[in-house]
């Protein structure tokens, strides 16, 4: 996946507002994330594909949901700033802004610059 507007040695640290949970967009999960976060929520397989996942539009996977009946386009699993699976999120949630990201994410994204020492 592309990184775009990086700084060689600068890591960005998540500081939790939340933003990237409520863009639209798919969250894909693949088969062992599902497993995974089914275990982590204490369900059956097929019951956490029915209840969270549907179909992703290329048809080729499945995609976490949004809530049906919280603000557009909010993860099902965003709860306040909280993020319910967040010991067992998906690759994309993780990965965001240090491993994938797109023009213009900082004007989004409030992750903070931390260099290799630690000092933001
Ligand atoms: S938008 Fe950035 S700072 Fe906000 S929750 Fe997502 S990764 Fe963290």
């Known amino acids: 996946m592309a990184t775009y507007d990086m700084e060689e040695g600068v890591r960005y640290a998540c500081q939790r507002c939340g933003n990237c949970c409520r863009w639209h967009g798919e969250v894909p999960v693949t088969d062992s994330e599902i497993a995974k976060i089914a275990d982590f929520l204490g369900m059956e397989l097929y019951e956490f594909i029915a209840e969270y996942t549907e179909l992703r539009i290329n048809r080729a996977g499945l995609t ?50 931390v260099r290799g020492n630690g000092i933001a």
């Open 64 to 113: 976490l949901i949004d809530k049906p009946d919280g603000p557009e386009h909010e993860c099902i699993f965003l709860d306040g700033i909280d993020c319910r699976i967040q010991e067992v999120k998906p690759g994309q949630c993780a990965g965001f802004p240090n491993e994938w990201n797109f023009p213009g994410w900082k004007e989004k994204c409030e992750a903070k610059p």
